[in-house]
């Protein structure tokens, strides 16, 4: 019998196309999952369910699709149920027997047990939206309980695709993702930067345990600055090429057979006057064959307004951002996801709007599942500091001490990458530097105010105080005397899973002078 690997799984619940893919725990890389009868091609499986009832057996993937074409498909074929899930404000198809909660419940159950006979998962990696979040993760709870697997994890999409396009924690970046059924447009900031701790998943079960309401690691998902979207997508393209040839006609055929010739023309590599055959089934069920070029497509997309409807999206958006002090000139990156930002018209379009940014376009339908893995390698408990952490130094323009933050309160420990700090020189041919470290009261002091006899809080808070640790402090001697006001010394700090404070010293020249315990953050 075939040994079963042993790893962790991801997957990506899209509204369209859903998204599987697993790494070896002995692995660095990682692969996506095909399973018959259900993957349309490696790693992804249409977001669809045929459910008659609990006498029938249910279908999810391709096979979904396949029954499209049978009579009452109104009420046992489901799709487009993801944007549904934990979203009070759209109204649900009440002809389909199951509610869009019920459907994802299927469409996992399914999923898992197939996967399961295969793989060993040790670990489980889900994603989800961040507009529809508090819902959306209620509902994964709730599922969680009915999966048999050690841990499970839980990314926010934008930070999952993020990280598949190496931009910096702290980033503000824009989406555009146009999928089968809808255009999403959003700029976010993903968590991180300038000191700050960067994104991590949250555990939803840990060692088999349900830890979803007790754990102190809490995901911290990205924030929407902007977002703006329509429910126009790839199958209306497809809609449209069938209408240009033959119009009024919805064969399901058809727009399959459209939904192909769209990838293909599509593609960069395709020349743009090339005419390539499609054949069409028409009213009399008679199949004629017509011919589209990438110059023709393009003519379609434009005739039916998708650009004039973009640039609206566009315009919106960067009007909300703009409410926010957000411009295009802040922004990082663009990163493109779903199929249809593939479409060289579109990505043309985006290009000629907002030129000085860089466009970023990793693999369109995978990038979230391949990036939640990556930001779970090892997901473990982390603790979350429950005071801030400073170091005390020397104003020389005000003459005076301050306190500098080195870690904050919320973050997690222990550290997975250290804190650099540079110290300059005070005072003329200093040779020795002092570390003081100070933590902030447990409790913030908040100013109360009375207005009419009624206490209230005051709008301006007063700062945290910083107290002085009672430790004695580090002095490192230099080899040599130094240079007021010029970079001198070189600090990294960072705290160990026993909780002590760390800092490994270097000069400027990179001379280590070594690495010294500051003491137990406790």
Known sequence: MEERLSGTLAIDLGNTNTVVAFQNQKDINSVLVEIPNITSSPGVIPSAVWFEGPSKIPKIGISALKMREYSNSDLFFHSNFKRLIGNSIEKINQKNILTPNECGEKFFQILWANIRHKYAIKRLVLTAPIDTYKGYREWLVNLCGEISVDEIALV??????????NVPFGSKIMTLDIGGSTVDMNILKIEGG??????????????????????????????????????IGGKDIDQWIVDYFIPGNNYIQNLSKAEKIKCKLSSSTIKYENKYPIKLFTEQNKESEFYLSKEIFEKILIDNNLLNHLDSLLKDLLNQARGKFC??????????VGGGTQIPLIKEWITKKIPKIQIKSPPPIESIALGALSMTPGVKIKDILNKGLSIRLFNKREQKHFWHPIFCKGQTWPTETPFKLILQASKKNQTIFEIIIGETLKERAYDVIFENGLPKLSEIQNEEEIIKWDKKPLKIVLNSKSIIGEDTLKLFFKITKNADLLVKCFDIKDEFFGEYNLGNIF
């Open 194 to 231: 300038e000191g700050k701790s960067g994104p991590i998943a949250e555990l939803l079960k840990f060692k088999g345990n349900d830890v979803s309401s007790i754990s102190k690691q809490k995901i911290r998902c990205a924030e929407i600055i902007g977002k703006t979207g329509s429910k």
């Open 156 to 165: 926010d999409e934008p930070t999952a695709a993020s990280l598949g396009i």
């Open 327 to 336: 411009t295009v000139d802040e922004l990082n990156a663009i990163v493109l």
